[in-house]
């Protein structure tokens, strides 16, 4: 496949940074087979109109959970890299895969400090060790803590992820817990 077919131009005063508020305000794209197939630009708030006998409806009930972690690597001389980790899946009670950046400042064994950065205190930190590094940035992880625990230290300390096209433009913050949670939320992912 080339990809470079999916190459367009896209002015930046047409990026949204958040979403529509509210949400049954955003856009919504109809399609309209057969040949030739007919588009229609509306609103969520006509779903309900436009939805007929038959038609199969899916919802997206994954739960976005603050997958993007901030830290640095400890304990390996002075230098103490900084080190951005998304979560992308969980391999047990206390062990994460995720995508690492930079992976090469990485080796089996290293400990990453998560959260707390230029803090005293222990509560306020959570660390990883590096158990295996995959291909292309990917490294697992077992955290010092399991369970319940570890889920409430990651929410804490973890942040939403944001398209890439919408983080290199603002910070993330408080509001994006919100506003990038789907209302049929249910599954972890």
């Not at 899916?58 to 959970?65: A, E």
């Not at 995508?99 to 707390?116: E, N, Q, S, Y």
């Not at 913050?173 to 949670?181: A, M, S």
């Amino acid at each position: 496949m080339r990809t470079d077919l999916f190459d367009f131009a896209l002015p930046d005063d047409r990026i949204a940074l958040r979403p529509a508020s509210p949400r049954d305000s955003a856009g919504l794209l109809v399609v309209r087979p057969p040949a030739p197939i007919a588009f229609e630009d509306r609103i969520m708030r006509d779903l309900p109109a436009l939805l007929r006998r038959g038609d199969a409806l899916v919802v997206n009930d994954t739960k976005v959970f603050p997958a993007n972690l901030h830290g640095r690597r400890i304990g390996r001389g002075e230098h103490e890299p900084a080190i951005a980790a998304t979560l992308i899946g969980r391999l047990d009670g206390s062990r994460w895969r995720a995508l690492v950046k930079p992976a090469k400042r990485l080796a089996a064994g290293d400990i990453v400090r998560f959260g707390g950065e230029g803090r005293v205190c222990f509560l306020e930190q959570l660390d990883a060790t590096v158990e295996q590094k995959g291909e292309a940035g990917e490294v697992t992880f077992a955290f010092a803590f399991h369970g319940a625990v570890l889920d409430q230290a990651l929410a804490e300390r973890g942040d939403m992820p944001l398209p890439p096209y919408i983080a290199s433009r603002r910070a993330v913050d408080e509001q994006d817990r919100t506003d990038y949670q789907t209302m049929f939320a249910r599954e972890e992912g």
